[in-house]
């Protein structure tokens, strides 16, 4: 059972324009979500992070928005950039209580900036 | 140090044979993860080393697999009698202790198993 889902497989945005990728989860437990950027033949790159006390954090052109009611999260990209296509991965963890320090990853978004 | 590296790349195994991935992470991060990525699905958590300590598995690690980091440095990743579903890219990241989410993944090795 997948506990964090992007149902989006694939994006595609003009350049210059917002990107809005979407994320839920259904694991009550996870307090700490993150978003990572995969280029081809690259492991994925960490990106920015939100922790579950918070509803956003921005950084740069990239804000994440998290709705814990509706256990649900976004990446926001303003303005796009071609150089911003690559898949994008959420994922999220376990309280430290837990002992876990494994992420749990979604399926990925492939975003493609369009010139 | 330029960060975490994996070796080999890419890998081809006939079915039955076993194979060894190795990773070196970033020198000064005590803890090392293995993840695994098969087509079209987010990575997966293998498994979790603190230094030389192997502290956490994944339930997909079968009895095949067998991950060790002698010396708390340099970690393999071995699997025994391959599959053909063991086909995927196997990811190292690794971290420091204090900084629980700054995973710096390699490049990852791809193993195809024919």
Not at chain 2, 33 to 57: D, H, I, V
Not at chain 2, 76 to 86: A, P, S, V, W, Y
């Amino acid at each position: 059972d997948q506990q964090v889902k992007q149902n989006s497989p694939s994006l595609s945005v003009q350049e210059g324009r917002i990107s809005i990728l979407n994320c839920d989860y259904t694991n009550s437990m996870f307090d700490y979500f993150l978003w990572y950027k995969k280029y081809p033949a690259e492991g994925p790159t960490f990106l920015i992070s939100i922790s579950s006390i918070k509803d956003k954090n921005e950084d740069g052109r990239f804000t994440v928005f998290l709705n814990k009611s509706a256990k649900h999260l976004s990446l926001h990209i303003v303005p796009s950039q071609p150089g911003d296509s690559a898949v994008y991965f959420c994922a999220a963890s376990t309280l430290p209580g837990a002992g876990s320090y494994q992420l749990t990853f979604g399926k990925g978004t492939k975003l493609s900036v369009i010139p | 140090d330029t960060g975490v590296s994996q070796d080999p790349r890419h890998k081809i195994t006939k079915r039955g044979q076993n194979v060894t991935f190795r990773c070196d992470p970033i020198s000064e991060h005590n803890r090392l993860y293995w993840y695994r990525q098969t087509l079209g699905q987010g990575p997966e958590f293998l498994t979790y080393f603190q230094n030389e300590a192997q502290l956490e598995k994944s339930r997909l690690l079968s009895d095949r697999f067998s991950a060790e980091r002698p010396k708390g440095s340099f970690s393999t990743l071995e699997i025994q009698r391959t599959e053909q579903g063991d086909s995927a890219m196997y990811l190292c990241a690794s971290s420091l202790a204090q900084d629980r989410y700054g995973y710096t993944f390699g490049s990852g090795t791809r193993l195809t198993v024919v």
